[in-house]
């Protein structure tokens, strides 16, 4: 029930004072994370959680299948707001393990319009057609293709305007790209992000 929520969030917020007077005065004076994550919408990877972070540490932005369409406004301006104004160092493109976004791009099944925004998935199927052909394991398939995604959304984020002005202005900003496992709770860097003006690959 939402009356549960507000009492959780009673709970919470007492329970902060206790442990730091200072910690909601401190919180709002100031905003200025290191980190933007572009996550999926699954109510199951939420960004502090899985990291560890606190308030204030991370700059959001979640949409069905964390997708890059360089067409949306509101990525864009999350995207301008936290390079421009918030300078953050790093951000993060991160999908997870069985995301009901993929699977749904690739069932073959009419979801409504949900469809149009999928369809850079099944772009990026078609053009991995072969590796995707190799596995017998469905699951394994759209894991894979959750990884060459998350890949591809890097490099269609480090292609915006946005991101080569920041580089242009030697600004000290990486792309990441990360999948979430949701059977461990573990994440893993698919060394696929990039930095710097020229897009070179990461080494780490």
């Known amino acids: 029930m939402l009356s549960d929520l507000l009492e959780h969030n009673v709970r919470w917020a007492k329970g902060k004072v206790r442990e730091d007077p200072d910690y909601f005065h401190r ?11 572009i996550g999926c919408s699954d109510s199951r ?14 700059f959001v932005h979640r949409n069905v299948a964390n997708l890059v369409h360089r067409g949306d ?31 749904a791009a690739m069932d073959g099944h009419r979801h409504g319009i949900i469809d149009h925004w999928l369809q850079p998935i099944r772009d990026i199927a078609d ?4 590796e995707l052909a190799g596995s017998d394991d469905a699951d394994t398939r759209l894991n894979r293709l959750c990884e060459l995604s998350i890949a591809a959304q890097v490099e269609g984020l480090s292609r915006t ?3 080569q002005s920041a ?16 059977n461990d709770g573990l994440i893993r860097d698919l060394e696929c992000g990039c930095a710097g003006g020229h897009g070179h690959r990461e080494s780490s």
């Open 27 to 37: 919180l709002s004076a100031l905003q200025r994370p290191e980190y933007l994550w």
């Open 45 to 58: 990877v939420p960004a502090n959680v899985i990291t560890g972070l606190e308030p204030g540490e991370v």
């Open 73 to 103: 406004l509101n990525l864009l301006s999350v995207l301008e707001f936290a390079v421009e104004t918030l300078e953050v160092k790093h951000i993060i493109v991160c999908g997870h393990y069985g995301c009901g976004g993929v699977r």
């Open 127 to 130: 053009s991995h057609d072969r």
């Open 161 to 163: 305007p946005i991101i």
């Open 167 to 182: 580089w242009k202005q030697g600004r000290r900003l990486a792309i990441h790209g990360w999948v979430y496992g949701l």
